[in-house]
T-cell receptor, first 114, second 115 residues
Framework: NAGVTQTPKFQVLKTGQSMTLQCAQD?????MSWYRQDPGMGLRLIHY???????DQGEVPNGYNVSRSTTEDFPLRLLSAAPSQTSVYFC?????????????FGAGTRLSVL | AQTVTQSQPEMSVQEAETVTLSCTYDTSESDYYLFWYKQPPSRQMILVIR??????QNATENRFSVNFQKAAKSFSLKISDSQLGDAAMYFCAYLLQGGSEKLVFGKGTKLTVNP
């Protein structure tokens, strides 16, 4: 059972570089989300998607882009990395249901922007 | 906007004893869900327990139980017979029913288990 897979696990960028954090799930879940975790801040929602072709902004979307062309994949793009984007990033997925059961999380990507 | 507050940044407990982690939330909605997630040093987020707001009965999962007080907007987690493997960050989270699975997290409580 792969569940939610995030790559890479670690990444170091220089200010101004771009990169894409990958997220894939094999559970056929409709919902997918990206969170960032900073010390003392808990997890904050960046972007989310309720299905292929549909995305929306969360609490802290600035500096990030997403797209969802398939049910399985939900990549997060940093167009021009800034030191403020140094964080741990989590992808999560969940099935659509009348009574939510909770989200499944990937193992996270630790990103450092120098 | 909904907010979730965990007032205890750190807690400690002796192995085999019981500990309670606090969580309060602010919402004007009546139908929602509450969750506790565990994050061990491995960084993996693990769902511990789930509570549906329309249910008065408190959820229980083995050694983990909650005290859900809807009127007080309180959702505490009790861990019984604490084990060394329970040491982790614990996050309380809120989800609005009928929304888009947008979880709102508290800032977390770091639990230390002493042998």
């Amino acid at each position: 059972n792969a569940g939610v897979t995030q790559t890479p696990k670690f990444q170091v960028l220089k200010t101004g570089q771009s990169m894409t954090l990958q997220c894939a799930q094999d559970m056929n879940h409709e919902y997918m989300s990206w969170y960032r975790q900073d010390p003392g801040m808990g997890l904050r929602l960046i972007h989310y998607s309720v299905g292929a072709g549909i995305t929306d902004q969360g609490e802290v979307p600035n500096g990030y882009n997403v797209s969802r062309s398939t049910t399985e994949d939900f990549p997060l793009r940093l167009l021009s990395a800034a030191p403020s984007q140094t964080s741990v990033y989590f992808c999560a997925s969940s099935p659509r249901g009348f009574r939510p059961r909770g989200q499944y999380f990937g193992a996270g990507t630790r990103l450092s922007v120098l | 906007a909904q907010t979730v507050t965990q007032s205890q940044p750190e807690m400690s407990v002796q192995e085999a004893e019981t500990v309670t982690l606090s969580c309060t939330y602010d919402t004007s909605e009546s139908d929602y869900y509450l969750f506790w997630y565990k994050q061990p040093p491995s960084r993996q987020m693990i769902l511990v327990i789930r509570q549906e707001a329309y249910k008065q009965q408190n959820a229980t999962e083995n050694r983990f139980s909650v005290n859900f007080q809807k009127a007080a907007k309180s959702f505490s987690l009790k861990i019984s017979d604490s084990q060394l493997g329970d040491a982790a960050m614990y996050f309380c989270a809120y989800l609005l029913q009928g929304g888009s699975e947008k979880l709102v997290f508290g800032k977390g409580t770091k639990l230390t288990v002493n042998p």
